[in-house]
């Protein structure tokens, strides 16, 4: 018995030892648990720290942002403020050349255009500038017009250039005088598109009746400097009764120049595009071309590679012949023609070019006349028009037109400013040496 009694103590003894583990292993394993989800506790803590840290940072980042932009607003305001009160002035003294001057500040100073073309657009319309004449003697350069006309585009913008101009006596089709340019804005060549303008005074153009520009739309496969529209031109045909408007196509991809035509017997309706002549820009090339129609011919001046004048003929419209090169001379020997036109007139040929010495002079072009008897000899061309100093047009000329009415020369310009705005001037007299500027009225 007792033998039994100490074999169950032992029992007992045994059993209550390996209670004792295994209850000393339960704590410890609920202890290591414990401390594991404690580590992946912290761990989360951590991650979320560094997140909050991070947008911390981030909000720390945008708040001096709004700061700094707040600070250049608030500079920006006062700039205008003061930009405006000084507009404001110079409008109410009158005078259009002091306006061009608030224009000026405005766009230098206020508005850094690259940032805010739109802006910049809107204020060169001229729209709300009221052209008011000034007397000659109190112009600082008379020969220029006071501002650039209003021509605005289906673009919305009053940038054109490389205009060419009409004149019909007894007026074609309701109107004196038709014009084609191309809208330029700010060097934009995706609307250098041929658009028609119609007038019955010189000053004032619009669209002819029925007509929505532009005459030819951007090509399909444009790019910027190397696909483009450019150098349009008109001509009246008085055997067909027909306008004719012509404009260049560029592909430097494929180097080649193409010139397009439409033609239309009432200004509204055009016929469809046709190709009229195409060459390689490498080896041949028609800049700034030139066309009258003189009895039966079609006769063309343009400048080829290496700035030469060249002349060629047509019958036909489509295949031109006997082309030679116009020796055009200038008092600075070293000029290159850039851009012409050429007209026909009672003492033959008459031309005004812009050219320059260097290709960087390009920018500051001036204007220059010559005149031939038989389109072999050519005198001497000479500057009329020049940049303004403080104008609209004081960056430089570009390709320009002119008509001959009774004796007065009516040039229609090309300007630019030196913020690379650009507009149509109109300056007229009848010495082509001794023009004045259009400044709100024609003085006969």
């Not at 809208?183 to 250098?192: M, N, Q, R």
């Not at 150098?231 to 008085?238: A, Q, R, S, T, W």
């Not at 002549?277 to 011919?297: M, P, W």
């Amino acid at each position: 018995m007792e033998k039994e009694e100490e074999k169950e103590k032992k029992v007992k003894s045994v059993k209550k030892k390996e209670m004792k583990k295994i209850k000393s292993t339960k704590k410890e394993t609920k202890k290591e648990v414990k401390e594991d989800s404690s580590v992946k506790k912290i761990e989360e803590l951590s991650k979320e720290k560094e997140e909050l840290l991070k947008a911390k940072e981030e909000l720390v980042a945008e708040k001096e942002q709004l700061i700094s932009n707040k600070e250049q607003l608030v500079k920006k305001n006062k700039r205008l403020k003061i930009a405006c009160i000084i507009l404001a002035i110079l409008i109410f003294i009158g005078g259009s050349s002091v306006c061009v001057v608030g224009y000026s500040y405005i766009n230098r100073k206020v508005f850094p255009f690259s940032k805010v073309y739109n802006a910049a657009k809107e204020i060169n319309k001229d729209t709300k500038i009221k052209v008011s004449e000034i007397p000659v003697k109190d112009r600082e350069n008379y020969h220029n017009a006071a501002n650039r006309l209003k021509i605005v585009s289906s673009y919305g913008d009053n940038q054109g250039t490389h205009p060419k101009v009409l004149y019909f006596k007894d007026g074609w089709n309701g109107y004196k005088y038709w014009m084609v340019y191309s809208p330029y804005p700010f060097s934009d060549d995706s609307k250098e598109n041929p658009h028609i303008k119609v007038s019955n005074d010189l000053v004032n153009w619009s669209e002819p009746k029925g007509f929505e520009n532009p005459l030819a739309d951007t090509p399909s496969d444009y790019e910027n400097m190397v696909i483009y529209n450019s150098d349009p031109h008109i001509v009246y045909n008085d055997d067909k009764d027909e306008l004719e408007c012509y404009w260049r196509r560029v592909d430097d991809k494929k180097d080649e120049g193409i010139i397009y035509r439409r033609t239309t017997k009432d200004g509204v309706h055009w016929t469809d595009r046709e190709e009229v002549l195409k060459d390689t820009r490498s080896e041949h090339d028609y800049v700034s071309f030139a066309i009258i129609y003189d009895k039966g011919t079609y006769r063309m001046w343009y400048v080829n590679k290496n700035n030469t004048v060249t002349y060629e003929e047509s019958k036909d419209g489509y295949n031109y012949e006997n082309r030679k090169v116009i020796n055009l001379k200038y008092e600075n020997r070293s000029m290159k023609t850039w851009h012409l036109d050429v007209i026909k007139s009672d003492i033959g040929y008459e031309m005004i070019a812009v050219a320059f010495e260097s290709w960087e002079g390009r920018k500051t072009m001036q204007l220059y006349y010559s005149s031939s008897e038989d389109n072999e000899n050519w005198e001497i061309a000479k500057p009329i028009l020049k940049p303004s100093n403080t104008g609209w047009d004081n960056g430089g000329m570009y390709r320009s037109s002119f008509i001959k009415v009774d004796g007065i020369y009516y040039v229609y310009y090309s300007g630019v400013s030196k913020e690379f705005a650009r507009g149509i001037g109109l300056s007229y007299g009848s010495n082509i040496f001794n023009l004045k500027g259009y400044a709100g009225k024609i003085e006969k």
